[in-house]
């Protein structure tokens, strides 16, 4: 059976079962639900030293009884076009299944080659095996970011489960700004981030544009606003900010990592 195989286990989060097990169940202790149930986070996807808290405190908002399918979106850092991939895929901890008749019911093109090498995905799916052993997952790598495609994305995920009737939780995976000064990743992203309080992705995208802020997955952010507000959600709240300085000790040249949840 063809699997998509870890890229990046043993550089961005342990390869060692055991000690990625550890690892997740440090993070997630001291983490807790969000009232309402969400719909969709947003998740960073650095390495787990950066960034894994963040994350953990990003999925921890979502019931962990949850066992309907994560779509996850993530952007793709080597400009491949947008695709989905239909094959399981393999973690340290085992292998989660894709929900191949979601995948096909959003009607993208199935794309396994571009999926290969790509982190932004990846980085997630170890969380949802650790925390929602029976999920299963719809990986979408997002190309173009423009803002009618990110809508558009919305938009087919909506559709899809219309058409599908699944019960689902949206990942979008995305860190924020890359390599300046910790006070300014802060202020910017802090200002990046203010308009998603009220799914308002058009200012958001506008503010990104305003202070250039360097995150990689706006264009999944807003494909996964668009489609949790389609679902009925009505408000998003910042969980947890953070930044690389706070593990590495040099605030001159920080990445910022934000957990959001969208309910």
């Given amino acids: 059976m063809k699997m998509r195989s870890c890229a990046?286990?043993?550089?961005?989060?342990?390869?060692?079962p055991s000690h990625l097990e550890q690892l997740?169940?440090?993070f997630f202790s001291g983490t807790r639900p969000v009232a309402g149930n969400p719909l969709g986070i947003v998740s960073p996807h650095a390495g787990y030293i950066y960034s894994g808290q963040v994350a953990a405190h990003a999925f921890a908002a979502i019931s962990r009884d949850f066992a309907g399918t994560f779509v996850v979106i993530g952007p793709s850092h080597r400009g491949y076009i947008t695709c989905v991939s239909e094959v399981p895929w393999e973690t340290p901890l085992g292998v989660v299944d894709t929900d191949?008749?979601?995948?096909?019911?959003?009607?993208?093109e199935t794309d396994e080659a571009s999926h290969r090498d790509e982190h932004s995905i990846e980085v997630q799916v170890p969380f949802?095996?650790?925390?929602?052993?029976?999920?299963q997952i719809a990986p979408v790598m997002m190309g173009e970011q423009d803002y009618p495609g990110a809508i558009r994305l919305g938009e087919k995920i909506l559709a899809a489960v219309?058409?599908?009737?699944?019960?689902?939780?949206?990942?979008?995976?995305?860190?924020?700004?890359?390599?300046?000064?910790?006070?300014?990743?802060?202020d910017n992203d802090l200002f990046a981030i203010e308009p998603l309080k009220t799914l308002d992705t058009k200012e958001f995208y506008r503010r990104i544009a305003e202070r250039q802020?360097?995150?990689?997955?706006?264009?999944?952010?807003?494909?996964?606003?668009?489609?949790?507000?389609?679902?009925g959600a009505k408000a998003a709240e910042l969980i947890r900010y953070?930044?690389?300085?706070?593990?590495t000790g040099d605030y001159r040249e920080v990445v910022g990592y934000a957990g959001i949840a969208v309910i």
């Fill in 100 to 108: 191949a008749e979601f995948v096909r019911a959003l009607d993208i």
């Fill in 213 to 231: 802020v360097t995150a990689c997955g706006y264009g999944p952010i807003t494909a996964m606003v668009t489609a949790c507000a389609g679902l």
């Fill in 162 to 186: 219309r058409q599908t009737k699944r019960e689902v939780r949206i990942v979008a995976s995305s860190d924020f700004s890359h390599y300046v000064p910790e006070q300014k990743a802060k």
């Fill in 128 to 135: 949802i095996k650790y925390r929602f052993p029976r999920a």
């Fill in 24 to 26: 997740l169940g440090k």
């Fill in 8 to 16: 990046v286990a043993g550089m961005f989060y342990p390869r060692e």
């Fill in 242 to 247: 953070a930044t690389s300085g706070e593990t």
